[in-house]
């Protein structure tokens, strides 16, 4: 069964801080992966997507991709409060757009 | 780029209604559109998978019957919830996609509050 494991958090850093949020995923034939945000009662938002091993930036994000370990994480730098929300980790298979996604790790920035 | 429009926003109506939600890709054309329904606190739950011109493909547990997708052009899906009862009480969200490879990311509509009586 193919899965993607977050932690469910809440992970709890000050503003301005380093937040990383971690992400395994068990099926070796997944390439393509994608962070999503989503805040209380909205719907998810495409933060990031990585296809490739390494890091790949975007403005104050990270993603990284270790496919040897299926791990993927996203940091995000300097965050703010509005980073406050649900990220979801979301993986898929070659020629599929069928997204399988963890279950969220909640962030939370304090002031 | 990659706007979904899904509508309405909000429903609430009486049980046994017939509720038809709209998903509507703005500037791109998505080959394959997905149906998620999410309760409070809980993950986002796949529906189906509809591709344009193609019948949807359910998720185990999910009564076609019930829920009818539709996706009749490149930009537009629809879901009817038929009959609708408080047991389908729900944040619904559609996403669309493009044709990869490599895959491409699902971009998510705003989403429905369907609230049945």
């Known amino acids: 069964q193919k899965e993607v494991e977050q932690n469910s958090g809440p992970l709890s850093v000050p503003e301005g801080a380093i937040a990383s949020l971690n992400c395994t995923y068990s099926d070796r034939g997944s390439q393509s992966f994608f962070w999503y945000r989503q805040y209380s009662g909205k719907s998810p938002e495409l933060i990031m997507f990585?296809?490739?091993?390494g890091d790949k930036e975007d403005g104050r994000f990270t993603a990284q991709l270790n496919k040897a370990s299926q791990y993927v994480s996203l940091l995000i730098r300097d965050s703010q409060p509005s980073d406050s929300a649900t990220y979801l980790c979301a993986a898929s298979r070659p020629g599929y757009s069928t997204l399988t996604f963890g279950k969220g790790t909640m962030l939370l920035v304090s002031p | 780029g990659a706007v979904v429009s899904q509508h309405p926003s909000r429903v609430i109506c009486k049980s046994g209604t017939s509720v038809k939600i709209e998903c509507r890709s703005l500037?791109?054309?998505?080959?394959?559109m997905f149906w998620y329904r999410q309760f409070p606190k809980q993950s986002l739950m796949l529906m189906a998978t509809s591709n344009e011109g193609s019948k949807a493909t359910y998720e185990q547990g999910v009564e076609k019957d019930k829920f009818l997708i539709n996706h009749a052009s490149l930009t537009l899906s629809t879901l009817t919830v038929t009959s609708a009862h408080p047991e389908d009480s729900s944040f619904y969200i559609c996403s669309a996609s493009t044709q990869g490879p490599p895959s491409q990311p699902q971009h998510f509509g705003d989403g429905t509050r369907l609230s049945i009586l």
């Open positions: 990585i296809y490739s091993n």
């Open positions: 500037d791109f054309q998505a080959t394959t």
